[in-house]
């Protein structure tokens, strides 16, 4: 499935009506730079899955405008035609102010619903203040997205857990749209909910949706089952529905992916190739006599990095015939530096890659190459090129789609995954070496597997893995969200 069957897909299921997207991350920002603005898009998995949606529709991306020159480049209601080069929707930007973002973003939805959905052994901070700052928030999103739909028919696709309570406010004020809102992080099991102070109007503003969308059948479980013990709906377990205020919302799980023959075709462009050179030329022509174990991450406490870097230790303290002989690359993104969490990882990270290398190094080899930068897409590209083995050891996640996105830029047909048990793609990837990231002498252990698989394996490994991949896209992804909405409402809502 391409683009073009996929826009001529929701072309007919929506039969005129508008489409409406809606998320906190724009999909381009526009920044000042030296002489003029220039245009940044995010190395984002939700963008490269949203936009051939409302590229298709023509339809209108309402996101919050956080880049420097965003304003510069909007008229006077904060839209602006997106892509500039060949204008096919319409992005509208929701300003807030430091404070609002503050109290929206990086606290209640970065500091108390993140670490409440990971479970990964952060508390959670809680403070009425950033919840009514979210509240008011997810409003301002709200009058957004009346003001575009103009009255007219419309079909909204809400994104993640910024926008949790954006559902419910446009059902009350239109009872006529229809709504899609698909969680990107997992959803937790009740007894982690239960100390969410706000749940029931949390997950009220959930039920005003038609269809809500996890990643996994997994994530579907827990919230039917928050649901049933938490407030007062019906909870339908056969047929996947909740009922509250009068009309059913459908919970469904809808897997994730990315665009695999596009990932095929940039990973063989100039831009690749000059990433490509730019990494060798930084870390030495000796790195390719090594084996190169990759990680490609946001510094979060959720992506498992510094567990990664204790096994690789292990490794090579259990195997020291391997000094000289392995990398490991690390592309590591700062991320919320504004929260303490934050802050003390990127402070752990250093610690540790100063205590590895201090230990094992010679004067002609280190074993761990971090590079702190946002490195983007072209960049992260060629860094899969390069792997022998591509890591991915988050702690807890929806997806994870590095996964994939490695496996589609291999059209080598070589290299090996190892991949985190609790990652959403570890329920499509078998043929990965499949790890718990929590035991760090599992993981170092599958480290050295990884670095002894034979040539006939890997391939062996990485040609089903490419055909899972590529029968499941992110064309795929969105067709079968549309494809449901189809089946799920009478033909007049949809119109």
């Given at each position: 499935?391409?683009?073009?069957?996929?826009?001529g897909l929701i072309s007919?299921?929506?039969k005129?009506?508008k489409?409406?997207?809606?998320?906190?991350?724009?999909?381009?920002?526009?920044?000042?730079?030296?002489?003029?603005?220039?245009?940044?898009?995010?190395?984002?998995?939700?963008?490269?899955?949203?936009?051939?949606?409302?590229?298709?529709?023509?339809?209108?991306?309402?996101?919050?405008?956080?880049?420097?020159?965003?304003?510069?480049?909007?008229?006077d209601?904060?839209?602006v035609?997106?892509?500039?080069?060949?204008?096919r929707y319409?992005?509208?930007?929701?300003?807030?102010?430091?404070?609002?973002?503050?109290?929206?973003?990086?606290?209640?939805?970065?500091?108390?619903?993140?670490?409440?959905?990971?479970?990964?052994?952060?508390?959670?901070?809680?403070?009425?203040?950033d919840?009514?700052?979210?509240?008011?928030?997810?409003?301002?999103?709200?009058?957004?997205?009346?003001?575009?739909?103009e009255?007219?028919?419309?079909?909204?696709?809400?994104?993640?857990?910024?926008?949790?309570?954006?559902?419910?406010?446009?059902?009350?004020?239109?009872?006529?749209?229809?709504?899609?809102?698909?969680?990107h992080?997992?959803?937790?099991?009740?007894?982690?909910?239960?100390?969410?102070?706000?749940?029931?109007?949390?997950?009220?503003?959930l039920?005003?949706?038609?269809?809500l969308?996890?990643?996994?059948?997994?994530?579907c479980?827990?919230?039917?089952?928050?649901?049933?013990?938490?407030?007062?709906?019906?909870?339908?377990?056969e047929?996947?529905?909740?009922?509250?205020g009068?009309?059913?919302?459908?919970?469904?799980?809808?897997?994730?992916s990315?665009?695999?023959h596009?990932?095929?075709?940039?990973v063989?462009?100039?831009?690749?190739?000059?990433k490509h050179?730019?990494f060798?030329k930084?870390?030495?022509?000796?790195?390719?006599?090594?084996?190169?174990?990759?990680?490609?991450?946001?510094?979060?406490?959720?992506?498992?990095?510094?567990?990664?870097?204790?096994?690789?230790?292990?490794?090579?303290?259990?195997?020291?015939?391997l000094?000289?002989?392995?990398?490991?690359?690390?592309l590591?993104a700062?991320?919320?530096?504004?929260?303490?969490?934050?802050?003390?990882?990127?402070?752990?990270?250093?610690?540790?890659?100063?205590?590895?290398?201090?230990?094992?190094?010679?004067?002609?080899?280190?074993?761990?190459?971090?590079?702190?930068?946002?490195?983007?897409y072209?960049?992260?590209?060629?860094?899969?090129?390069?792997?022998?083995?591509?890591?991915?050891?988050?702690?807890?996640?929806?997806?994870?789609?590095?996964?994939?996105?490695?496996?589609?830029?291999?059209?080598?047909?070589?290299?090996?995954l190892?991949?985190?048990?609790?990652?959403?793609?570890?329920?499509?990837?078998?043929?990965?070496?499949?790890?718990?990231?929590?035991?760090?002498?599992?993981?170092?252990?599958?480290?050295?597997?990884?670095?002894?698989?034979?040539?006939?394996?890997r391939?062996?490994?990485?040609?089903?893995?490419?055909?899972?991949?590529?029968k499941?896209?992110?064309?795929?992804?969105g067709?079968?969200i549309?494809?449901a909405l189809?089946?799920?409402?009478?033909?007049?809502?949809?119109?």
């Amino acid at each position: 499935m391409d683009a073009k069957y996929l826009g001529g897909l929701i072309s007919r299921i929506t039969k005129g009506a508008k489409v409406v997207i809606v998320s906190n991350r724009e999909p381009a920002m526009h920044e000042r730079d030296v002489g003029g603005v220039r245009i940044v898009r995010p190395a984002s998995g939700m963008v490269a899955a949203l936009e051939p949606i409302v590229r298709a529709t023509g339809g209108t991306w309402v996101a919050h405008g956080s880049g420097s020159a965003d304003r510069l480049v909007t008229d006077d209601k904060g839209r602006v035609s997106m892509p500039p080069e060949d204008p096919r929707y319409t992005l509208r930007r929701v300003w807030l102010t430091r404070k609002e973002e503050n109290g929206y973003y990086y606290s209640l939805s970065n500091q108390a619903l993140w670490p409440l959905c990971h479970i990964v052994y952060t508390r959670p901070r809680f403070s009425r203040q950033d919840w009514e700052t979210y509240r008011d928030v997810n409003r301002r999103f709200c009058d957004t997205v009346l003001e575009e739909v103009e009255g007219g028919p419309a079909i909204v696709f809400i994104q993640d857990y910024h926008l949790a309570l954006l559902p419910r406010m446009l059902r009350i004020a239109r009872p006529d749209l229809t709504l899609i809102h698909f969680w990107h992080i997992p959803w937790p099991n009740r007894e982690a909910f239960r100390i969410f102070p706000w749940g029931e109007e949390l997950l009220d503003g959930l039920l005003g949706n038609d269809v809500l969308g996890f990643h996994i059948q997994y994530h579907c479980n827990n919230f039917m089952d928050t649901v049933d013990r938490g407030i007062e709906a019906k909870v339908d377990y056969e047929r996947f529905s909740i009922f509250r205020g009068g009309r059913p919302t459908h919970v469904r799980a809808f897997p994730i992916s990315v665009d695999f023959h596009q990932i095929g075709k940039d990973v063989a462009s100039q831009r690749v190739e000059e990433k490509h050179a730019s990494f060798i030329k930084e870390l030495g022509d000796g790195i390719l006599e090594t084996k190169v174990f990759v990680g490609a991450d946001r510094i979060d406490y959720t992506k498992g990095i510094p567990e990664r870097m204790k096994a690789f230790d292990l490794m090579l303290k259990d195997h020291p015939e391997l000094r000289g002989k392995v990398t490991l690359l690390q592309l590591a993104a700062p991320s919320r530096t504004h929260i303490e969490e934050y802050r003390n990882i990127n402070e752990e990270l250093d610690d540790l890659v100063d205590e590895i290398n201090w230990r094992h190094q010679t004067e002609d080899w280190t074993p761990i190459r971090y590079l702190r930068a946002h490195h983007d897409y072209h960049a992260v590209l060629a860094s899969y090129r390069m792997a022998d083995v591509v890591m991915v050891t988050s702690l807890h996640d929806g997806m994870n789609l590095v996964a994939k996105e490695f496996i589609s830029a291999r059209a080598d047909g070589d290299g090996v995954l190892l991949l985190s048990q609790y990652t959403g793609a570890a329920r499509e990837l078998p043929d990965a070496l499949l790890v718990n990231p929590y035991d760090i002498d599992e993981l170092a252990d599958a480290m050295f597997e990884a670095f002894r698989m034979t040539e006939k394996e890997r391939k062996k490994r990485m040609k089903r893995m490419r055909v899972q991949v590529q029968k499941h896209t992110v064309y795929d992804w969105g067709a079968k969200i549309f494809e449901a909405l189809e089946g799920i409402l009478p033909v007049r809502e949809v119109a």
